[in-house]
């Protein structure tokens, strides 16, 4: 027996009697005997400098491929059908491609020196975990709306929401920003650190690649009607289950449960989103606050399911606890993976030393 490392996949594993890898290997991370490292090192990079303004970001990169692709294909393809093709075969080259040069970036690093590696991983994962940035937004907005600045709120708030800005009332506003905070928990917090458990930074920049698709392209109004329907339902679809957890995380730390699932689940229907609908519900409920209502996008107005009860007035002090339910959440994912990894680490030790 003996501790292998294969600089091709840039892993470590485990060799049992001097021939396979231990399971997992490569392509399952929690098998790695670094990834507790790995992890930790991540969410602790992203806690300390989240996204900082100007420093080179895979988003930015995956931003431009983007672009260029919907330009092609709204040039080239003129017929509904032509258009879903092609949203399809950019969803598809940007998320495997995504992965592959998160992958490739791993190996070179662990061809120059094992360390390199680590750290090449701890880099990329730090990138697609968007909590501490999500945080930072609420709070550069809530800033000046706290100074009564409402046209200073409303302009910084255009940066992060979709919805029609330069009329919003304080109390709107405030409204913008937890629905925010609330649905971006697991589209940029959870969920990316959910596929960084399963499969490194590769499968976390894949998630990321899926995600700055739909937020750019997912849409059902002109010109992406066509386009955007293959990388809306895929990010639909990978955020579906950490969508999920992240709501039962947060009934597990209400007082009922199975009362706050039921509540959620029955609030979310009226939803059109599968996934947001289910978040923004979570924190309503948990806030005791109601969400929901008329928003304009473009011009348009477009009437959102309530959400939650009204029992308390959105305030200031309201933001801010749901940024508390953000960093309860994501501290908890974040400390039961890391914990996993470790003890898989540890059984890995026990089978290398106790088999004959």
Known sequence: MDLWFDRVSGTESFRVSGTEPFPG???FFPAQPTAGLVLAAALVLDYLL???????HPVRVMGAVIAWGQGYILKHCSTPRAQQWGGAVLTLTLVGGSYGVGWGLVAIGNAIHPWAGILVQVILMASCLGGRSLRFAALEVLDPLE???LPEARQRLSRYVGRDTEHLTASEILRALIETVAENTPDGATAPLFYAFLGGAPLALAYKASS???SMVGYRHPPFT???TVPARCEDGLTWLPCRLTVLTLALLSRDPWGFWQRCRQDAQADPSPNSGWSEAAFAWRLQIQLGGTNFYQGIPKVKPKLGIPARPLTPQVV??????L???VWIWGSLMVGATLLLTVLQLMVVYFTP
């Not at 989240?50 to 080179?56: E, K, Q, T």
């Not at 801010?320 to 339910?325: A, D, K, M, P, V």
């Open 147 to 149: 100074k009564e600045d």
């Open 226 to 228: 066509h386009l955007g």
């Open 212 to 214: 700055t698709l739909d």
């Open 327 to 329: 960093r309860q959440v």
């Open 320 to 325: 801010r606890e749901s940024l508390g339910l």
């Open 25 to 27: 290997g490569w392509l």
């Open 50 to 56: 989240a996204d900082p303004w100007g420093w080179p």
